[in-house]
């Protein structure tokens, strides 16, 4: 089973291999195989632009990079322009960061991964990348749906007269509509929640998908508390959009794959504050920028930045905060490997009722009956690995 959590995928994704070993071809393809998608190979980056250039839907191309006749970055610059939508990812040996960032910038690249890969690894990368797509089609469909609207309204606007008898004589009717109005609408409000935690991971592509995770389990851990809809929903909103402050630090601190010096950590504990400057005239439903405003906040008030403690620190906030650690903590970082469920769960419980609120992660402990519930402290040395979970 593969240790990385895959999300659920709306669609069958079209993927194009490239890469002039056939054997590597052919182990990706036996990989893929049972994974349900349409799945296109190519045996040099030649023969790929040919393949995009018949059929340019795919959703994702994964190139190696040194090939005969035009590497990976130069196929990719040409793959763009033929196929835009389509998430880019890169198979390379290369190891010098500044050189992949420089060929990410002039490629278009989405994504780089180092040879040799794993195969629980490129499973995940690809089905986040698949799940990034699958916001884009989303987004792009809500837009869509926006765009009729408008038409409808112009249209009833022209008519409103008769409109309006229909309308009174069709009470019953009138109600239904409104509904649907109502859930369209919210609707919108999630793609345009949606589009706004793009912004960071526009930014940021190693964490890409990271809000929308934090965001489903925090949603998990409140309906495992037993909280009413509404504090479920203001919980996920907060939790697509906890990190949108990040848009306010350097792209070069974001990306780093070292361990960051302590005014570069500075920095990145800013992006609460900046959420909240961003979000706070925006009016929710929720109190959504004071959430994300405490969600670095921890109940003996080491956490920042205001250093609240306890009941002081909204219990929205404290079940994103335990959230954005098991999530960072499992996760894949260009710094570090993932460390693990086990070993995220391990944090939480050593520091339960320190850092973490108790019941929040009594709640956590409870979700999964193994090998989460067993409240064990495992010997697993996290403080010695740079987390930079800000």
Same mark, same amino acid.
Request: charged share 25%; with cysteine; hydrophobic share 40%.
């Given at each position: 089973?593969?240790?990385?959590?895959?999300?659920?995928?709306?669609?069958?994704?079209?993927?194009?291999?490239?890469?002039?070993?056939?054997?590597?071809?052919?182990?990706?393809?036996?990989?893929?195989?049972?994974?349900?998608?349409?799945?296109?190979?190519?045996?040099?980056?030649?023969?790929?632009?040919?393949?995009?250039?018949?059929?340019?839907?795919?959703?994702?191309?994964?190139?190696?990079?040194?090939?005969?006749?035009?590497?990976?970055?130069?196929?990719?610059?040409?793959?763009?322009?033929?196929?835009?939508?389509?998430?880019?990812?890169?198979?390379?040996?290369?190891?010098?960061?500044?050189?992949?960032? $420089?060929?990410?910038?002039? =490629?278009?690249?989405?994504?780089? +991964? %180092? &040879? #040799?890969?794993?195969?629980?690894? /490129?499973?995940?990368?690809?089905?986040?990348?698949?799940?990034?797509?699958?916001?884009?089609?989303?987004?792009?469909?809500?837009?869509?749906?926006?765009?009729?609207?408008?038409?409808?309204?112009?249209?009833?606007?022209?008519?409103?007269?008769?409109?309006?008898?229909?309308?009174?004589?069709?009470?019953?009717?009138?109600?239904?509509?409104?509904?649907?109005?109502?859930?369209?609408?919210?609707?919108?409000?999630?793609?345009?929640?949606?589009?706004?935690?793009?912004?960071?991971?526009?930014?940021?592509?190693?964490?890409?998908?990271?809000?929308?995770?934090?965001?489903?389990?925090?949603?998990?851990?409140?309906?495992?508390?037993?909280?009413?809809?509404?504090?479920?929903?203001?919980?996920?909103?907060?939790?697509?959009?906890? $990190?949108?402050?990040?848009? =306010?630090?350097?792209?070069?601190? +974001? %990306? &780093? #794959?070292?361990?960051?010096?302590? /005014?570069?950590?500075?920095?990145?504990?800013?992006?609460?504050?900046?959420?909240?400057?961003?979000?706070?005239?925006?009016?929710?439903?929720?109190?959504?920028?004071?959430?994300?405003?405490?969600?670095?906040?921890?109940?003996?008030?080491?956490?920042?930045?205001?250093?609240?403690?306890?009941?002081?620190?909204?219990?929205?906030?404290?079940?994103?905060?335990?959230?954005?650690?098991?999530?960072?903590?499992?996760?894949?970082?260009?710094?570090?490997?993932?460390?693990?469920?086990?070993?995220?769960?391990?944090?939480?419980?050593?520091?339960?009722?320190?850092?973490?609120?108790?019941?929040?992660?009594?709640?956590?402990?409870?979700?999964?009956?193994?090998?989460?519930?067993?409240?064990?402290?495992?010997?697993?040395?996290?403080?010695?690995?740079?987390?930079?979970?800000?």
């Amino acid at each position: 089973m593969n240790p990385f959590p895959l999300s659920p995928l709306k669609y069958r994704h079209s993927i194009l291999l490239i890469d002039d070993e056939a054997a590597i071809l052919d182990i990706m393809t036996m990989m893929l195989a049972d994974e349900g998608y349409d799945l296109h190979t190519a045996g040099s980056a030649a023969e790929g632009l040919k393949i995009l250039k018949e059929s340019p839907n795919f959703s994702l191309i994964i190139s190696d990079h040194m090939m005969p006749g035009m590497t990976g970055v130069q196929f990719f610059a040409q793959a763009r322009e033929i196929c835009p939508n389509a998430l880019r990812v890169l198979l390379t040996g290369y190891t010098d960061m500044d050189a992949m960032i $420089d060929a990410i910038n002039s =490629g278009g690249i989405h994504l780089y +991964l %180092t &040879k #040799p890969w794993q195969r629980d690894e /490129l499973l995940y990368s690809i089905n986040q990348m698949l799940s990034k797509a699958e916001l884009i089609i989303e987004n792009r469909r809500l837009d869509e749906l926006v765009k009729k609207q408008n038409e409808e309204l112009l249209e009833l606007n022209k008519n409103l007269e008769e409109k309006v008898r229909i309308k009174t004589r069709h009470l019953d009717q009138r109600a239904d509509e409104l509904k649907t109005s109502y859930e369209k609408t919210r609707l919108i409000l999630s793609g345009t929640v949606l589009a706004m935690s793009k912004i960071v991971e526009s930014r940021d592509p190693y964490t890409a998908g990271h809000e929308q995770q934090v965001s489903a389990i925090a949603g998990l851990i409140a309906q495992k508390m037993s909280l009413s809809n509404d504090q479920v929903e203001a919980i996920r909103v907060a939790g697509s959009l906890h $990190d949108i402050g990040k848009i =306010g630090v350097p792209a070069e601190i +974001l %990306t &780093k #794959p070292g361990r960051l010096s302590w /005014l570069e950590m500075e920095m990145i504990k800013t992006h609460t504050q900046n959420a909240y400057d961003i979000l706070k005239t925006i009016e929710f439903p929720y109190p959504i920028a004071q959430i994300i405003l405490q969600h670095h906040e921890r109940i003996d008030g080491s956490g920042y930045p205001q250093g609240l403690q306890g009941e002081d620190i909204l219990l929205a906030a404290r079940i994103i905060g335990v959230a954005d650690v098991l999530e960072a903590m499992s996760a894949h970082r260009p710094y570090r490997p993932a460390l693990g469920m086990e070993a995220a769960m391990d944090e939480i419980v050593k520091n339960r009722g320190v850092l973490y609120d108790p019941n929040v992660v009594d709640a956590c402990l409870g979700m999964n009956p193994s090998p989460l519930s067993r409240q064990k402290i495992y010997k697993v040395k996290v403080c010695s690995i740079s987390l930079h979970v800000v």
